[in-house]
């Protein structure tokens, strides 16, 4: 088969330019290996030069490309639309090819010699500057469409984001320092982070909390920038920060704690092992933005942010050990017991009926759950009751075993016909309990007593 027709690779191009980064790396990987197809090795070429194009612009605008996501319009924090960032891209190839041509050169030359690099700082801080000042001057029709979009998000939205443009080269350098400034605290990570700052408000006075939201954008997760803005501050008192025009960032991340505790809350239990893990992952985030908060200002318990800070950890650990105590209930329940024969009132395990379904759900839920948040106990304040729980429930799961093997040893088959489903789903258990090794040793033991069991009468 021939080549695509020139109107279709047009179509095709279209579509390309137009789709989200995501979809553009999903096909360029799904169309690697189309070297030999002359269909497909047109479409090939067509998005991996959209790829390298989209590699290109998120170097040159660094700085604000994290920021312009989905419309916009979250208030919450500094964000634009993602449109207007590919009109501003757009309108950069159309005004400025030459310095786009040679940011295109030093980009390829680092691609190429990726241990000696050439610094591109020059090239890219010069494109951010034309950028900026094309979407205050709103001539060119990109510019200008980017500029209409942005104040549709929100009421002066291409001044700011003019202004962050600006902001482009300090951001820019602070960024190759992240790593750094994060993983290593003390007086000249503070030197170089306030300097940083302080070239930030030489450019536009009120530009401190753009400058945070900026390399915010450019941290996983953003809320990180907490330490950064510590370390300018000189780890703040509450009052203090709450006073300032960075305030906002402590305020977000305590508002995100509240938000996510009335998640935690609500954990759906007949969710399985996704909803339990889900949960458990945020009661990790909970953990470590409560900790981020503590270390990054001068708290105390008697008012303001440190009571609220201790107050959200103190629910926390309410919310987990409920979620605890309920597991443990679900799980007994889960194994179904009946009375034993002879005087002595005695529960054993009823291996006639089959393993209910939902009960197990709601207690593989739970106890996903529970091994989910057992690497964060000791940091959020249940690990007593975490141990605790864990301990009864091994008890439980030991004599379980030994009872049902006990019985599958001596009763008839008929009362025994779901024990090997039953003992499956106590190893499942003990895995989410104790480890694997010990849900192993279980699934041996049921398969052992399984094969010895003797063969059923035959039918009259």
Same mark, same amino acid.
């Given at each position: 088969m021939g080549a695509l027709s020139e109107r279709k690779i047009e179509i095709v191009r279209t579509l390309v330019e137009s789709a989200?980064?995501?979809?553009?790396?999903g096909l360029q990987r799904a169309l690697a290996d189309s070297a030999n197809d002359s269909q497909?090795?047109?479409?090939?070429?067509?998005?991996?030069?959209?790829?390298?194009?989209?590699?290109?612009?998120?170097?040159?605008?660094?700085?604000?490309?994290?920021?312009?996501?989905?419309d916009g319009s979250d208030t919450r924090s500094l964000v634009f639309p993602a449109r207007a960032l590919g009109c501003v891209w757009r309108?950069?190839?159309?005004?400025?090819?030459?310095?786009?041509?040679?940011?295109?050169?030093?980009?390829?030359?680092?691609?190429?010699?990726?241990?000696?690099?050439?610094?591109?700082?020059?090239?890219?801080?010069?494109?951010?500057?034309?950028?900026?000042?094309?979407?205050?001057?709103?001539?060119q029709r990109d510019?200008?469409?980017?500029?209409?979009?942005?104040?549709?998000?929100?009421?002066?939205?291409a001044e700011l984001f003019a202004a962050c443009l600006e902001l482009a080269p300090v951001v820019r350098a602070a960024t190759a320092r992240l790593p750094d400034w994060l993983a290593h605290g003390g007086d000249e990570t503070t030197a170089a982070a306030r300097l940083a700052y302080k070239d930030a408000?030489?450019?536009?006075?009120?530009?401190?909390?753009? =400058? =945070?939201?900026?390399?915010?954008?450019?941290?996983n997760p953003p809320w990180l920038v907490m330490r950064i803005i510590s370390a300018v501050m000189d780890k703040p008192t509450p009052r203090y920060l709450a006073d300032s025009e960075l305030g906002g960032f402590a305020e977000r991340v305590m508002n995100e704690?509240?938000?996510?505790?009335?998640?935690?809350?609500?954990?759906?239990?007949?969710?399985?092992?996704?909803?339990?893990?889900?949960?458990?992952?945020?009661?990790?985030?909970?953990?470590?933005?409560?900790?981020?908060?503590?270390?990054?200002?001068?708290?105390?318990?008697?008012?303001?942010?440190?009571?609220?800070?201790?107050?959200?950890?103190?629910?926390?650990?309410?919310?987990?050990?409920?979620?605890?105590?309920?597991? #443990?209930?679900?799980?007994?329940? %889960?194994?179904?017991?009946?009375?034993?024969?002879?005087?002595?009132?005695?529960?054993?395990? %009823?291996?006639?009926? #089959?393993?209910d379904g939902a009960a197990v759900t709601r207690a593989t839920t739970l106890l996903t759950f529970s091994e989910e948040v057992r690497s964060c106990a000791?940091?959020?304040? =249940?690990?007593?009751?975490?141990?605790?729980?864990?301990?009864?429930?091994?008890?439980?799961?030991?004599?379980?075993?030994? #009872?049902?093997?006990?019985?599958?040893?001596?009763?008839e088959p008929a009362d025994v016909a779901h024990a090997y489903d039953h003992l499956l789903v106590v190893a499942d258990f003990c895995a989410l309990v104790r480890d694997s090794r010990a849900a192993d040793l279980i699934r041996r033991r049921a398969a052992s007593a399984r094969q010895a069991e003797p063969p059923s009468e035959p039918d009259a």
């Open positions: 989200p980064d995501k979809i553009v790396d497909l090795s047109s479409v090939r070429l067509l998005v991996e030069a959209e790829a390298a194009d989209r590699r290109l612009r998120d170097n040159v605008l660094q700085a604000v490309a994290r920021l312009c996501v989905g309108g950069l190839k159309a005004s400025a090819p030459q310095q786009m041509s040679a940011a295109a050169k030093v980009d390829a030359v680092i691609a190429a010699t990726p241990e000696c690099p050439p610094d591109p700082t020059l090239a890219y801080d010069a494109l951010a500057k034309l950028a900026a000042d094309a979407l205050r001057a709103g001539q510019f200008r469409i980017a500029a209409e979009v942005c104040d549709r998000a929100r009421p002066g939205g408000v030489t450019i536009a006075e009120d530009a401190g909390p753009r =400058f =945070f939201e900026m390399l915010a954008g450019q941290l704690i509240d938000a996510a505790l009335e998640t935690l809350a609500k954990l759906d239990v007949n969710g399985g092992p996704p909803a339990g893990r889900t949960a458990g992952k945020l009661v990790q985030l909970i953990t470590q933005q409560a900790t981020e908060l503590e270390l990054s200002m001068e708290l105390t318990r008697d008012s303001g942010w440190g009571q609220r800070i201790f107050n959200q950890k103190k629910s926390l650990a309410s919310v987990v050990e409920g979620h605890l105590r309920d597991a #443990e209930k679900v799980m007994i329940a %889960a194994l179904p017991t009946t009375a034993a024969r002879g005087r002595v009132k005695k529960a054993i395990p %009823a291996l006639g009926v #089959e393993p000791n940091y959020a304040g =249940f690990s007593a009751a975490h141990a605790k729980m864990g301990d009864r429930l091994g008890q439980a799961i030991d004599q379980y075993v030994e #009872e049902a093997l006990d019985l599958v040893r001596t009763a």
